[in-house]
């Protein structure tokens, strides 16, 4: 799993590096310090060099924290994963213009020998951050009695919320399942509870609450679809009642 990474860096042996061995672990640690990223003057790195020294992990430990990883975890793994891409991020960043020349190289040349796809989807062909794009978005939301957000992107995403709760096939066959009954909810005049000290933001707050137990009360409907389907297997056991026995 690590093959790919120790090869970019000019490891040794990386076929044959196993993240399990421990001395293998800590060579290679070692290595990545003297070779790659060097975080440590030379005569600072005398404990990291004494592997077989009993307070190694701890010196690993420190060196981790000095360099900042991010990493909890004790997984020898894990570990090595975040140091190697650091020591790869410190390799390119080193020789930049080098490899983004032979990545473009590479690139171009690579779209020479590949074949060209066609695609039949006509979504593909589409510029969705074009001027027509945007404004059919807007038009699109304006029919459906949308709100338009800044960004088209959201506001396509409530036209295809919108259109596939309340306009799909079992929607319009069933009208009444997606109408709305019953008295709206006088949110204006509920206790939020708090008080921003701005009137918009505390009407805004009283909406996201709502949107909140309507969630919690969407999720406690599935629980209890899951219990009763559950129970319906559980709660009425078939039994053999030729295998019973009456007295002794």
Known sequence: MFKRKLTALNYPSPDN????????????????????IRHYKIEDRKALRDINC???PKTFRKYGDDLACPIQSEKPSELIEWLLAFAVRLEYSDSADMYKNQTADHVKKNELNTPKVVSANPLDNLDFQSA???????????????????????????????????????????PSSVIVKGKPFPFQEADLGFDTGDYVLNQAAKILRLLYIQNLRDLQTRINECIVAVQSVTANPKTDTK???VGK
């Open 132 to 174: 027509d794009f945007k404004k059919g978005v807007n038009t699109l939301a304006q029919l459906l009695q949308i709100t338009s957000h800044p960004d088209h992107l959201i506001t396509l995403k409530a036209v295809s919320k919108v259109v596939c709760q309340r306009l799909s096939a079992e929607a319009l066959e069933n």
């Open 54 to 56: 009993h307070d190694w």
């Open 17 to 36: 590096f196993n993240v399990n061995d421990t001395t293998e672990f800590r060579n290679l640690v070692l290595w990545l310090e003297d070779q790659k």
């Open 243 to 245: 295998l019973g026995k």
